[in-house]
């Protein structure tokens, strides 16, 4: 029933919408807002600041602002229709998910309350702030309908949101709060913070095991994944790619001195899967050979698979990598180590090119040296890579594609498709081959 009455509401917004920026108009017009300064540093930090900030998705709605039909032709504009397109993104629907049966199933394991009343199901399905506040607000009640409305990844607006109207806004747009989202570091970190988690967003091991999906958010895909509601970009695959490792180990390491200050410990999340997980049959491509030490974990098979390619030796995060890999690794000492990963590897931010990625990973795989590790995760990484980082230096889309179909073969039990067990390690040999050639 619940279900019935969000898409009730839709048909009805533009009267809405209408009510909602006429009264926010004569707000502003009473009390304007002094234009927030902006520096470098806050442009990069979680968009959304203040809960009395948000002005809700329907200000942004209506036909003549971001509600058209047809996007506008003017190519310095913005299209202007981008409430219909996020209105088929996945996103609109985040909020309606946790009245499905899955939600009901994981709020039932973790013996929470409601997964619609739950804050830290809140916190990502619809955005931090809202799910801050006494929910029974009726604006907390609507605007949470929207799932993940426009400010929960363009921030706070009743701070810009008279001010962006005006024809002479490009220009005076970086005097404002909003954040850039055509900069591909800015998109990256803010969808990192609910797709990697973040302090107050965390899908932990605790969340997993009582039916959650695993967060495994690769930024180029993802942003591919999203119908488009922006004009074509020039930005390169590769240059989102290499954006987004960079971004997504720096939001994972966050996230892992969160949870090894305040999380449930030792964070089974942080490590392969398929360590615990697996059967029990030999051979088991677990028991090759491969740098880590048997009994060791396995941590950071997802995010860390290719980090040292992208920005080079990280000599910090090897320190880490081996605090981490112990049976229980010492709270005090991986937030420690956390930290000096970080420092590390800011220093090496303005080194970062995606050639050298290229290069980096293509020598490791003619030695050897990336089979070895084979898991699951930096397989997947791997094939991610190499199709962003095109035209790859001798792997065509092709190879990569001969290299894939020939990891269906082999003794691993899962997981399967009609071609087969797949099995990662034959995957990447392949490739080392075609590498080779
Ligand atoms: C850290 C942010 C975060 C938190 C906290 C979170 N989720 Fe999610 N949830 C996501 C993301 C991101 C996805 C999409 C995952 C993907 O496809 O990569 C998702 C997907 C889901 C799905 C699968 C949706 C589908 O279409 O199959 C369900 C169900 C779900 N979440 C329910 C919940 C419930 C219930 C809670 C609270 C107990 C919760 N989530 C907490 C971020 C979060
Ligand atoms: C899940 C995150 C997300 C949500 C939700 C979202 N956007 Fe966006 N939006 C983006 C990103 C990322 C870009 C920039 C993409 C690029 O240029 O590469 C963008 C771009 C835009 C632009 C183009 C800006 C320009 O300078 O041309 C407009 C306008 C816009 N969004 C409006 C909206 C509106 C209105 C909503 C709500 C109906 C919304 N967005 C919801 C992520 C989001
Ligand atoms: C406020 C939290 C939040 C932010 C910020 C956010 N997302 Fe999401 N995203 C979600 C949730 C929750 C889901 C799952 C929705 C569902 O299925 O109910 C999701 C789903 C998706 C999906 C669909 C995944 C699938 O398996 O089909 C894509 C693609 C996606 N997000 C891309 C992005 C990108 C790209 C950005 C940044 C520009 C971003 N998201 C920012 C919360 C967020
Ligand atoms: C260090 C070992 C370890 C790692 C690593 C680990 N798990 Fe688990 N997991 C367990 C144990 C032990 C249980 C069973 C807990 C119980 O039944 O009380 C479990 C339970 C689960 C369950 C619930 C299964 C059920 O039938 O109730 C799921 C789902 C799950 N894990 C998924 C994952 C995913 C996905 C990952 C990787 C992100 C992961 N686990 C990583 C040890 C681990």
Redesign the pocket.
């Known amino acids: 029933m619940d279900n019935l009455k969000l898409w009730y509401w839709r048909p009805i917004l533009p009267i809405l919408i209408g009510v909602w920026i006429v009264a926010i108009f004569a707000v502003r017009w009473f009390a304007p807002a002094p234009p927030a300064p902006q520096t470098p540093s806050s442009r990069l930090q979680p968009s959304i600041t203040n809960p009395s900030a948000l002005a809700g998705t329907p200000t942004c709605s209506a036909r003549g602002c971001h509600g058209g039909i047809d996007a506008t032709p003017n190519p310095d504009r913005c299209q202007q229709n981008e409430y219909m397109q996020w209105a088929r993104d996945?996103h609109a629907d985040?909020y309606r998910?946790?009245f499905?049966e899955?939600?009901q199933n994981?709020?039932k394991h973790?013996g929470?309350k409601k997964?619609h009343e739950?804050p830290?199901?809140l916190?990502?399905?619809t955005n931090l702030l809202l799910a801050s506040l006494p929910q029974d607000r009726a604006f907390v009640q609507q605007e949470r309908l929207f799932g993940v409305g426009c400010e929960s990844c363009h921030g706070s607006a009743t701070g810009w949101l008279a001010a962006h109207t005006a024809p002479d806004w490009r220009q005076k747009k970086s005097r404002y709060a909003m954040p850039d989202l055509a900069d591909a570091t800015v998109a990256a970190r803010t969808c990192a913070g609910?797709?990697v988690?973040?302090p107050g967003?965390?899908?932990n091991h605790d969340?997993i095991a009582?039916?959650?999906?695993r967060?495994?958010?690769e930024y180029g895909t993802?942003q591919a994944k999203m119908p488009a509601h922006w004009r074509p970009s020039k930005k390169s695959d590769a240059h989102l790619w290499t954006v987004g490792q960079v971004v997504t180990a720096q939001a994972a390491l966050e996230l892992l001195a969160h949870r090894a200050n305040a999380g449930p410990w030792p964070e089974f999340a942080e490590y392969d899967c398929f360590a615990c997980h697996h059967s029990l049959t030999q051979p088991s491509a677990r028991q090759a050979p491969s740098r880590r030490k048997p009994g060791t974990l396995p941590w950071g098979s997802w995010y860390f698979a290719l980090t040292r390619d992208v920005a080079g030796p990280l000599p910090a995060l090897d320190v880490l990598e081996k605090t981490m890999q112990k049976p229980l690794p010492d709270r005090k000492q991986v937030a420690a180590d956390t930290a000096a990963v970080l420092a590390e590897m800011k220093k090496h931010h303005e080194t970062v090119v995606y050639e050298n990625s290229r290069k980096r990973i293509l020598d490791r795989l003619r030695t050897g040296t990336l089979a070895a590790d084979a898991s699951w995760d930096s397989a997947e990484q791997l094939y991610l890579a190499l199709h962003a980082l095109k035209p790859s230096s001798g792997l065509s889309d092709l190879a990569v594609e001969r290299a894939f179909a020939a990891g269906f073969d082999g003794p691993l039990s899962w997981p399967r498709d009609r071609r087969g067990p797949f099995q990662p390690s034959r995957f990447v040999e392949k490739l080392k081959l075609l590498a080779s050639e």
């Open positions: 996945p985040a998910t946790l499905s899955r939600s994981i709020a973790l929470d997964a739950d830290r199901c916190a990502c399905h609910c797709h988690g973040a967003r965390d899908v969340l009582a039916g959650h999906p967060l495994a958010f993802y």
